[in-house]
């Protein structure tokens, strides 16, 4: 235990050195998170100080080996880096489909060319990646996807198109699930495929949502050739490696449900109602709504703990990601009501600079999407009933 605190104490000395005090502080916009990629552009000096030494020190990815850019942590250590961040509001210094999906994937399906080629990029913020999986008539029955991938030689020839792609139109690259054999039963003639977005015959197109804002897009693919090479683990065994990735993805998709961005609920909705003699806020319904969604924020914080260590104890079940999803994403939802419900008619405004451009009623709206993208509310607790509560009939 003595080495433990002893890496506790460096960590803590490190990150007081290192962390820029402007990436102390809670994040206000989307303009503070860091992707990476090719075209990739810092919002400030320290931003860029920040993310340059937690690379350098292997800390965008800690629990990576070392060989792949990452820091070589164990499950402990990496767990005391977290605590430690969390205890001083450090922000992460990356953001990346990369990290939170593709890298796991590639740490248990890909070749070792394929990982020494990808996850160092990953891990130095280089190629930003996007994900390549719902299409127009295959969502939540994903593994009816018809994009195809035809053999031509040593490459493969896509065609096809996938919608819902976060970030597409800023992506340097895209893991996608493609049919390579459309005879075999739809769960069996799927292929994990990887390539570049800047490939020919690549095109996307922005789907604007009721938010007025979008990260998604329509991505099509005409004749695009991708070298055989780039597929990762065995062809048309590609749903193995798509359903491991969906655990990480909605593992990340649930952190959404813990603390948010900014002030806590209870300050931000005191801007609007005011407080009493006690300092407490004026609205006593809307002090007891706010009081029992913190109990549930940290439950979930709480639940995310103990998944991260069994996960890295080989003893996580592979269904709770699911649970995760589900809680994560209705929490946040409830988040988002309750702002809007302590905002009153002020929260509704929509283009006025007092309300920066809207943002409540906004971030408000894109809310409803989190029950449905990573896999719906209602196929989350399906699998929850089915694969955790074994229950009859489900």
């Not at 030689?153 to 800023?170: F, H, L, R």
């Not at 990887?194 to 007025?212: N, R, Y």
Request: with cysteine; aromatic share 8%; proline share 4%.
């Amino acid at each position: 235990m003595s080495g433990l605190e002893d890496f506790r104490r460096e960590t803590r000395g490190w990150l007081e050195a290192n962390c820029p005090p402007e990436m102390r502080r809670p994040m206000t916009s989307e303009g503070d998170t860091f992707w990476g990629g090719r075209n990739a552009k810092f919002s400030s000096e320290p931003q860029r100080v920040w993310f340059e030494r937690m690379r350098d020190k292997g800390w965008t990815v800690p629990d990576w080996p070392r060989e792949y850019g990452g820091g070589g942590l164990d499950a402990a250590e990496h767990k005391v880096l977290r605590e430690e961040m969390a205890a001083m509001g450090a922000r992460s210094p990356l953001s990346s489909f990369g990290i939170w999906m593709l890298g796991p994937a590639l740490l248990k399906y890909g070749t070792e060319a394929q990982k020494k080629e990808h996850l160092p990029k990953i891990a130095a913020g280089l190629i930003r990646w996007c994900q390549g999986y719902s299409e127009p008539n295959a969502g939540s029955d994903l593994a009816s996807l018809q994009t195809r991938a035809d053999s031509d030689g040593d490459d493969y020839v896509i065609n096809g198109q996938k919608i819902w792609t976060s970030y597409a139109n800023y992506a340097d690259w895209i893991f996608c699930l493609v049919r390579t054999d459309p005879a075999a039963k739809k769960h069996d003639g799927i292929s994990f495929i990887l390539f570049d977005m800047a490939s020919k015959g690549v095109s996307t197109k922005p789907i604007l949502l009721i938010s007025g804002y979008s990260p998604f897009c329509e991505t099509f693919f005409d004749n695009v050739r991708v070298p055989k090479s780039h597929v990762v683990g065995a062809v048309n065994r590609g749903w193995d490696v798509a359903k491991y990735l969906l655990q990480h993805e909605r593992a990340m998709i649930s952190g959404m449900g813990e603390r948010g961005v900014g002030r806590p609920l209870g300050q931000v909705a005191a801007d609007s109602v005011g407080a009493d003699a006690q300092g407490r806020l004026e609205d006593s319904m809307l002090r007891s709504q706010i009081s029992t969604f913190e109990i549930d924020e940290a439950a979930l914080s709480a639940a995310a703990e103990r998944a991260v260590d069994l996960a890295k104890a080989g003893q996580s079940h592979p269904a709770f990601s699911s649970a995760m999803k589900y809680y994560g994403t209705e929490l946040n939802k409830r988040r988002h009501e309750i702002l809007m419900s302590a905002g009153g008619a002020d929260a509704l405004e929509w283009e006025s600079e007092r309300s920066k451009g809207g943002a409540r009623a906004r971030a408000w709206l894109r809310t409803k999407a989190n029950s449905i993208e990573g896999g719906t509310s209602e196929v989350m607790l399906g699998i929850v009933a089915k694969r955790i509560l074994d229950l009859p009939g489900a």
